[in-house]
């Protein structure tokens, strides 16, 4: 399968890529640090390609992904994964303008303009996996610090349920998948205290594995994956 992991530099992402490689599939990466995606591509130049871009300005970047997408002579994408994610962990009335909007702007605007441009390239069976967030699920246990990170995390999540309904007609399946605490570099810059129950290698096989098949069972649906409660 081709498939597009848009946020792949680090934790679940690269994990993803590691993983969805050793499967024989073919690999699409975006993101805007790719040191670590230089090992991959020379280890599977038939299977991998990777392009540096900032998620969080996608009006800005679109042509240049388009540009890119035609040199690797993509015409359909069978799945799509949105892993893309900025969180700032500050109380609420201390978190700056830039903070605000470069959390909405990678973890929802940048879903929301990538996906349009995306869209002719989804074709019917194609899945979309947006990574959403336990702080985003309603009825969930919240954080402080997190109000930002998980609001902009919601919309995403409602954001799949209404292309769920907007592309059933074509075939093309939208979940969300709102996570509980994954231990990835993020996490740990926002939390330097917190040990996850789970690594990015565990997580990042249960969103393969779904990527590749939960579309037979589940469409326009958020889902939490998380072993705690609530």
Known sequence: MKILIAGASRGIGAALCRLLLQQQHHVL?????????????????????????????????????????????????????????????????????????????????????????????LGAGSHVVTIGSMGGFQGSQ???????????????????????QEWQEAGIAVNCLALGAVQTEMLQTAFPDYKAPLSADEMAAFIADFCLHGHRFFNGKILPVSVSTP
């Open 29 to 121: 990466a975006l993101s805007r640090h790719t040191d670590s995606l230089k090992q991959l591509e020379r280890q599977y130049p038939q299977q991998f390609s990777f392009l540096s871009i900032d998620l969080g300005n996608m009006q800005k970047e679109a042509p240049r992904l388009q540009k890119w997408l035609a040199e690797q002579h993509t015409q359909q994408l069978d799945r799509l994964i949105y892993n893309a994610g900025y969180l700032v962990n500050k109380s609420f009335e201390l978190q700056s303008y830039l903070d605000i909007i470069n959390q909405i702007h990678v973890n929802f605007t940048g879903a929301v303009l990538l996906l349009q441009l995306l869209r002719p390239y």
């Open 142 to 164: 919240k954080f402080p610090g997190l109000a930002v990170y998980s609001a902009s995390k919601a919309a995403l999540a409602t954001l799949s349920e209404c292309l769920a």
